[in-house]
């Protein structure tokens, strides 16, 4: 992981002269309130994608260059706990064009892009899609990433990480057919399999959003996620249920407040009833968010 990241800050500095550089991101924090069985605790949370990001774009011909560095930030209490990672979250050096890329480094999934994309949520704070699927990492290191799109809607990707004996592979296919946005997104890592179907469409102003996973292995499972968000003026309200056959039932609602274009208020409540209530968890929380 060190050295994707230092290779990349290497190939972005050689870049820089010549090629369009932004830095940008995301600062959310959130006050939250966590019931899990008996135990209730009160602490400030940061939600999981504050970051900053470096991006170094260069035309060439008809292709693109490009850099990204995503590193996390610990907004809350930066001086505690693991030390900050250039590029934990993406550390990705590739190419571009009209026809797909390919980008090399440490870089989300295809497998978790299906089930984030068709989450109400966007498996930000408050939501229920890690309880009722399997995520499956988020992210693979040393890994490649292909993309493909060989007609307007239409998009094939191929990801996998060279691990040494233990690699993962995840790949997708996605459609946009009648206003509706269809995927499947697989997941293989040994005796490990996974498989979602997602889509989304637009009634109205109201998406609606729906995913069901497959999971073999060590957790043997099927899940079923419901989602909508509607806008209502500077208002944007959310709520999602799902399920899944190992008796799982998940809820969440949540409603976020624009205060301008980049500054917005939040507030979300998760809830998830388990087999043994000793799982349960109660999670409410009020928190504000600003990128740059």
């Known amino acids: 992981m060190k050295k994707i990241a230092i290779a990349t800050l290497l190939a972005a500095t050689t870049m820089v002269a010549t090629a ?73 050096i590739g190419l571009a064009g009209k026809l797909g890329s390919v980008d090399l480094g440490r870089n989300l999934h295809s497998h978790f892009l299906a089930i984030t994309n068709n989450d109400a949520f966007g498996t930000l704070y408050g939501s229920v899609a890690g309880d009722v699927h399997n995520l499956r990492g988020l992210r693979i290191s040393n890994g490649t990433f292909f993309a493909l799109t060989p007609i307007k809607g239409v998009t094939a990707t191929y990801d996998r990480t060279q691990s040494g004996g233990n690699e993962a592979t995840s790949y997708s296919a996605s459609a946009k057919l009648f206003g509706i946005n269809a995927v499947v997104a697989q997941y293989e890592q040994g005796t490990e399999k ?70 917005e208020l939040g507030v979300a409540y998760r809830h998830v009833n388990a087999p043994l209530s000793l799982y349960d968890v109660k999670q409410v929380g009020v928190g504000v968010t600003h990128r740059f």
């Open 20 to 92: 369009q550089v932004s830095l940008n991101g995301k600062i959310s924090e959130f006050v939250d309130n966590t019931k899990t069985g008996a135990t209730s605790k009160t602490t400030l949370a940061t939600d999981p994608t504050s970051n900053i990001t470096i991006s170094v774009n260069e035309n060439i011909g008809g292709m693109k260059a490009r850099v990204v560095l995503d590193t996390s930030l610990k907004a809350n209490d930066p001086i505690s706990g693991a030390d900050t990672k250039l590029g934990d979250r993406q550390s990705t």
């Open 194 to 263: 996974s498989t979602v179907y997602g889509g989304s469409a637009k009634l109205g102003n109201t998406t609606v959003s729906y995913t069901h996973s497959d999971d073999k292995g060590i957790r043997n499972s099927k899940g079923d996620l419901i989602g909508v968000v509607t806008p209502v003026g500077p208002l944007k309200v959310k709520a999602s249920y799902g399920k899944t056959n190992t008796y799982i039932t998940a809820t969440a609602v949540g409603a976020d407040y624009a205060l301008s274009k980049r500054t």
